[in-house]
């Protein structure tokens, strides 16, 4: 009986501090637990554990992890276990870098249960706080996005945080946005090599850094499935840590972004007149140097008269009077479905979130020869880098133009048959010829097909176009069986041409890709 009295004591005592427990939870710290949840929806990075991962790739196949969940330190404060407000600001701000009155005004709020004071607290930091040992000071640990690359693709990957909707914990630009629901369930595998995206990033950087440019871009695709394996803007921003960084940042300007081409547009204009049978690249033409258009004097970039040239003297030389030649034997309307076939009008499909279209208005609205003039040359329409690079894959794809794509999951789409393989041969012999002659992006034993473009920028204030520069060269390689194609833009260079700043570039590039997928030569090795 004595036995059975304690066995029922022991029940008492035990359904008593389960009681107890729960009262202490749901009624006496139910403000500290309110509190904490209001602060981590302000925080925007703690997240659902449950998130998947976003991986890259390498030539062996091999994944690597890009976006992930990890546990961080997460210092907070409990205000109304505080007992010098003043003291205890004193002593944290050295340690967490926040001002002493900002810190104090936060530990002294009456009644307040929970004050965030550190979100991803350093080593460091953990361990000074640990040796302060102010009373209603803690440490806990929270899970949060971990980008293991910082920078690397940062556009292209987003972040996950909170929004100015305040609609909860979510990914933001980028893949994390676009794939926000799915990535709630299921890994993302991207078609992105790791390698060739952190030598991508690297010329591009250090481009720009060289040449005092303020950004730039660079595009890797395969031609023959549209797969990205490279995507990249400059200025970026660290993931982990976004809320330091400039919104302008996020946004992505490989598909957000619209510029004017210039002379890259030159070989899309060729390839319109030979597909359509109205040149060819020996049909020949006067160049005197300036050519007179509803009253407007188009000139040549060099400001040159070249004389008696072929249509590829004209990519050769990069002549704008023939490239404005071309367009006019082509006719107008010839010449703008082409623009629409290699899908300059509409955006490419590219799961992405915020891709834009180009802007072929002035070839739209109206019939003036000195719009068609300009448009031949790259100059009065703006495109996507993304739209652009997808175009010029089309020539190296023997005329078919594919939609670009990232997630592995997906197959390769023919998006149009732009333009027949023979043209596509004739265009791509064109842009060897320019390489060859120019030599600056040639590669010993490899055949290039390239094109540069050093477009003005237009002065949206003043009207007509302003004393700086957009440089961007556009090619493909082995030019007989291309695996790769590269875009690489400079916005602004402190540099007048193309050929000192995103050729060397494009050609460190392609090096690069060509070596690490052990491509083997297509040009015969002399003996």
């Known amino acids: 009986m004595f036995r059975y009295w304690i066995i029922i004591g022991l029940i008492i ?21 309110l509190a904490k949840a209001a602060a981590r929806g302000n925080l925007g990075s703690i997240l659902n554990p449950e998130r ?13 992890p890009v976006a992930l969940n990890k546990e961080y330190p997460v210092i907070y404060g409990v205000p109304i276990e505080i007992d010098d407000a003043a003291e205890a600001a004193t002593a944290l701000s050295p340690v967490l870098g ?11 709020k009456p009644n307040s249960q929970y004050a965030l004071l550190e979100a991803k607290a350093t080593d460091t930091q953990v361990e000074k706080i640990k040796e302060l040992g102010i009373r209603g000071i803690h440490i806990e640990s929270e899970m949060f996005r971990f980008y293991p690359f910082e920078n690397l693709a940062a556009q292209l990957l987003g972040f996950v945080g909170s929004s ?16 926000n629901q799915k990535l709630q369930d299921d890994d993302i595998h991207l078609t992105i090599d790791r390698n060739i995206q952190s030598q991508a990033e690297k010329v591009l950087e250090d481009t720009i850094k060289k040449f005092n440019a303020p950004s730039g871009s660079v595009i890797v695709q395969d031609p023959r499935t549209g797969k990205i394996l490279a995507m990249g803007s400059y200025p970026n921003f660290d993931p982990n840590n976004y809320s330091k960084s400039n919104i302008k940042t996020f946004l992505n300007p490989n598909i957000q972004s619209l510029y004017e081409p210039g002379s890259v547009f030159k070989v899309i204009t060729m390839s319109a007149g030979i597909d359509s049978g109205k040149i060819t690249p020996d049909t020949t033409f006067y160049d005197s140097g300036s050519l007179i258009v509803n009253g407007k004097t188009i000139r040549n970039w060099d400001l040159k ?16 009077t023939g490239a404005a030649f071309a367009e006019r034997t082509t ?42 003039a300009t448009a031949s040359f790259g100059q009065g329409v703006a495109v ?28 390769p789409l023919a998006m149009e048959n732009v333009i027949s393989a023979e043209t596509a041969h004739q265009v791509t012999n064109m842009m060897i010829s320019a390489v060859d002659k120019a030599e600056i992006a040639h590669i010993p034993n490899y055949r290039i097909a390239g094109k540069t473009g050093t477009a003005q920028v237009a002065d949206l204030i003043k009207g007509g176009y302003g004393d700086n520069f957009i440089h961007t060269y556009v090619g493909f390689a082995p030019a007989t069986d291309p695996k790769f194609t590269v875009l690489i833009k400079v916005d602004k260079p402190q540099a007048r041409l193309a050929g000192a700043t995103v050729v060397p570039a494009f050609r460190e590039l392609a090096q690069f890709i060509l070596n690490y997928y052990n491509i083997p030569p297509d040009v015969p090795i002399a003996q």
Not at 52 to 64: K, L, M, Q, S, V
Not at 305 to 320: D, P
Not at 384 to 403: E, H, K
């Open 331 to 372: 006719g107008h309307d010839i010449f703008y479905n082409y623009l629409l076939k290699f899908g300059l009008d509409e955006p490419t499909g590219i799961k992405l979130p915020g891709e834009i279209s180009g802007n072929l208005r002035n070839l739209k609205t109206s019939s003036r020869d000195i719009n068609f």
């Open 52 to 64: 998947r991962g976003i991986y890259f790739t390498d030539r062996n196949g091999n994944e690597i």
């Open 13 to 33: 005592v035990s359904y008593s501090a389960l009681a107890f427990n729960m009262y202490d939870l749901q009624i006496d710290k139910t403000g500290y637990y």
């Open 164 to 179: 100015d909707k305040n609609d909860g914990i979510g990914g933001r630009y980028g893949l994390e946005s676009y794939y």
């Open 98 to 108: 926040i001002e002493v009155g900002k810190l104090q005004t936060i530990l002294s």
């Open 384 to 411: 996507t880098p993304i739209q652009l690079i997808s175009a010029i894959s089309a020539i190296a794809n023997d005329g078919i133009r594919m939609r670009p794509y990232l997630n592995q999951d997906e197959m």
């Open 305 to 320: 008269a070249h004389g008696k040239l072929t249509m590829t003297g004209v990519i050769e030389e990069s002549v704008n």
